[in-house]
């Protein structure tokens, strides 16, 4: 297994002038070199995730959708392997930092090259196909998108403990947060110290949702009366990907058309696709809703998101 990872590793090169180019141009002009006005720092991050996006859609654009899908597909492949699979192997500290966004964000690719397949006749492109520059451009505009997006929802939610926030601009400030002061930092410290513990089931037996039947019983029920789905059906549709739809594919990421999965899991399961369309569209943010089509999976301040 180690060989194999050797050898076949995620697209992970950062080209760090590239995200520099595009901050410059999104610096507001009216400030030399210092912001310390809280919402425009926000505005500044705002508009480089405008930037980073722009950028994309002109990669995306450069083209055939359907290249942008099968290297995107790949990728996904290869940063769930690097993360999830070869947990023993001491992977490199930027992967594991990278590794969530390389999956996240080359769904988003995906997403977007899907929705492009359907608008134009792509047949001028030929059988051209993005070389390991561009997508290494590419990954560096999501690892972009990512940054400002985190930290602007970060000030968008927590702008009133923010109230020392500073940026200076020098060629280092993609990956940095902005200045704070002592209390501020160990807020945000507190914060991701938060999100990144593992709960001990054996000292805390109370919070097992597993072992809480009538806490379950609550959920099933709610879940059949609002969303005509069940959780045994959950279980089963579960088992399924992962004991017969992974192996008989030979992949751990399935990218294929919603109405497509939903007739394969009601004939695999014998549940009725009524209810597989149920769960989907409780998982997908309510897919038949017309509002999912206006949808942006990488900003986190929307409801309608995609899940990984």
């Given amino acids: 297994m180690n060989v194999f990872m050797d050898n076949f590793k995620p697209n992970s090169n950062v080209n760090e002038n590239y ?15 210092e912001i310390s006005d809280i919402e425009v720092i926000k505005d500044f991050y705002n508009t480089s995730y405008q930037n980073f996006h722009k950028e994309i ?21 290869l940063w769930t392997l690097e993360l999830l699979i070869d947990k023993e192997k001491q992977i490199e500290e930027n992967n594991k930092i990278f590794a969530p966004i390389g999956r996240y964000g080359w769904r988003y690719i995906i997403e977007k090259s899907l929705e492009k397949l359907e608008e134009s006749d792509f047949s001028s492109f030929g059988d051209k196909r993005p070389d390991d520059i561009d997508i290494s451009k590419v990954f ?9 997006k985190e930290i602007s929802n970060y000030i968008h939610y927590f702008k009133n403990r923010f109230t020392t926030a500073k940026i200076v601009f020098s060629t280092t400030i993609y990956g ?9 930092r160990l807020f945000i410290n507190d914060l991701m110290s938060f999100y990144n513990e593992v709960v001990d089931y054996d000292l805390v037996p109370e919070l097992n949702y597993m ?13 059949q009366n609002h969303f005509e789905f069940s959780l045994s059906e959950v279980d089963v549709i579960i088992k399924t990907l992962k004991e017969r739809v992974a192996p008989e594919i030979g992949a751990r990421i399935l990218v294929m ?52």
């Fill in 19 to 33: 995200l520099i180019k595009i901050l410059v141009k999104s610096w507001p002009k009216e400030y030399f070199r």
């Fill in 57 to 77: 859609e002109v990669f995306l654009d450069k083209y055939h959708p359907a290249s942008w899908i099968r290297i995107a597909y790949i990728e996904i492949e």
């Fill in 140 to 148: 560096t505009l999501l690892l972009g998108l990512s940054y400002c």
């Fill in 176 to 184: 940095n947060w902005p200045e704070l002061e002592e209390s501020e």
């Fill in 211 to 223: 072992d809480n039947k009538d806490l379950l019983d609550r959920i099933d029920l709610f879940l």
């Fill in 257 to 308: 058309p919603t109405n497509a999965l939903i007739v394969m899991l009601a004939d695999y399961t014998s549940i009725e696709i009524n209810r597989v369309f149920n769960l989907m569209n409780f998982i997908l943010f309510e897919i038949s809703n017309f509002n999912y089509e206006q949808r942006d999976f990488l900003k986190k301040s929307q409801n309608v998101r995609m899940l990984n």
